[in-house]
Each structure stands twice: as structure tokens, then as C-alpha cells.
């Protein structure tokens, strides 16, 4: 079916930001003279439910708000009465290089024992990173159902002139890459490489971000022919609309692929590395041999030793 998406200015629905210790005092302080519903998350300070909206304030100082009512919260109580900053439509000053031409980098898959290992490029220009803030665009870790991060998927391409590349492999090709790079973030580091360079052939750019996964700068040196281009790499990247396009658009083409492999394989091979990936692994046994598990499973997780040597 397809999604029909309107021009038409949305709400903000979702909506993150950092608060110093005082400010989630202030805020838990606040909810709370207000009757609002609490309830504690995990890796949370606590969490807080109204009508139309639901707010979690991490340990690590993040805030999440989510709801229908989003906007409205963070207009007439988070920037006045708390942060004392108002930000909340204000990106282009906060941020003006959210808004030059860029491309933004970012990965899905690479802590799912099933499927592979998805790279992401988005190129996007002020006037797409303007249709996304208004259209309440997500990264791919804000985003739950499958459904919703398909819609987000059409949100990310709606907008001409947008350039998105992806690079994986096969997952009997990844497994022969694993054991050919031997270590996980020099393979990620070069499939990363495949994305940009295709990307950068089909529009050239000055500058990209990666949302960080090593210290080290380990895509740069697969992409020195790239004189004009720089990049940057940092913790958190997908604050800036453009990874956080790219971590859309990655996150989605790994969960076709997913897809895909549970059809192939009869069995229904979920996200992640747990106890449901662990049962799913030996369920894929029993149904197809050990044999087969390179052509579904990333053969260097502990999870294969465990189940398969006992």
C-alpha cells in the first residue's frame, strides 16, 4: 500500500535533548506537582505519562518526549520553565550546519546476530533537512514498529534531490569478509567507504558526518582519493537530520533483508543478539543443518560457538 504524505507542516512528536542534573530535578519536580503518571524505565531516572505525551530522563542526561502533544510541551514548559532556552524551531540558528549541503553516514545490524551488516549515505541539501524537522523526522533507534520506520523511510526520500546509497553483502559473503578483515569495525569501516564513494560519484559534496563507532578513523583510509571531501565522525551524529536520514534508511533495507532471510530459512529470525536470537539459531539448525547457518547468522557472534559446540 502506499504511503500518501502530506506537504503540509506536521506537529513535532518526538523530540530529544540534554539536561543538566538540576534541570531533570526540575523537571521530575514539576511533572510531579502536576499529577502526572510516573513510572521508572530502565537506565532511566524516571519516567513520566499525561495525556498525549510520555517524557523518560535517562542517567546519561537524555530526555526523551513522545506523544501527539510533544510540541506543545516543550513550547510552553520545557523551554520556558526548565531549559530557559528556546530552541524548538529555532534549528537554524542552533545549528546552521544542519542545514549546508552534506552527506550523512550511519549503520544497522551490527549487534543482530541474523542478517547483514547495512551501511546508509544520505546526501541532503537545507530544504530536505527543513521538510524532515517539519514532518517530525526520527532516527532509526526512536523508531519501534517496523510500520512506522517504513513511513520514516518515505519521509527520508520524499524530497527531490536527495541521494541515498546503501552497501552490504550476501550473508555468506559478509562471513567470508569477517574472517578476510578480522575485526567487525575495519569491515563496517569499508562498507561505509562502498556507500560514500557511490554517493559522492552520483553528487559531490564538501563535507560528511558519521555517526561514530571507533575511535579511530578507520573509513578515511578507504576514501583518500576523496581530495575535496572531509569528514567527521562523532558519538551521537545522528542529532543532525542528515544521519539521522541515513540511520532510516540503513535500519529499514536491514529489516527487507531480515525478512527475506526468515522466509528463506522457515523460521522467524528476530532483531537483536538475546535469548529469542539464541532459540531462533537452534530452531534454523533443526530446520536446515549447521551447514547453513553462513547463509543466515553472523558466524563470528558467541552465540554460534555456544549453540553449536555446546
Known sequence: MA?????????????????????????????????????????ACYGYKSEGINLVAYQSG????????????????LEPEIT????????????????IEHAG??????????????????????????????????????????????KMEALVRKPEGVVIETAYTGMEKYNELYSRFGNLNELLAWLHSRALTNALNRHPVAYGLLDQFSKAKLVHKYIKDQKNFKLDQRVR???????????????????????????????DLPKGCGVQAKQALEAVIA???????AKFAKLHFKTVAEVTQG
Request: include cysteine; glycine fraction near 8%.
Open 105 to 150: 553516514m550511519d549503520e544497522s545490524g551490527k549487534g543482530d546476530l541474523f542478517g547483514p551488516l547495512v551501511t546508509a549515505c544520505v546526501i541532503a541539501n537545507d530544504a530536505a533537512v527543513d521538510f524532515w524537522l517539519k514532518n517530525g523526522l526520527k532516527e532509526s533507534k526512536a523508531v519501534g514498529r517496523d510500520a512506522l520506520l517504513f
Open 84 to 99: 530557559k532556552k528556546f530552541r524548538l524551531g529555532f534549528e537554524r540558528l542552533e545549528h546552521p550546519e544542519w542545514f
Open 287 to 293: 530446520k536446515c543443518g549447521t551447514d547453513a547457518l
Open 62 to 77: 537524555k530526555l526523551s518526549i513522545q506523544g501527539k502533544k510533544t510540541q506543545e510541551f516543550v513550547t510552553d514548559v
Open 3 to 43: 504511503v500518501i504524505l502530506s506537504n503540509a507542516p506536521k506537529p513535532v512528536t518526538s523530540y530529544v535533548i540534554t539536561l543538566d542534573e538540576s534541570q531533570i530535578e526540575a523537571l521530575g519536580e514539576w511533572c510531579e506537582t502536576h499529577g502526572w503518571q510516573f513510572y521508572c524505565p530502565q537506565y
Open 237 to 267: 551524529a545522528e542529532e543532525d537530520p542528515v544521519v539521522a536520514a541515513a540511520s532510516i534508511i540503513a535500519r529499514a533495507e536491514y529489516v527487507r533483508h531480515l525478512k527475506q532471510l526468515s522466509d528463506l530459512s522457515g523460521v
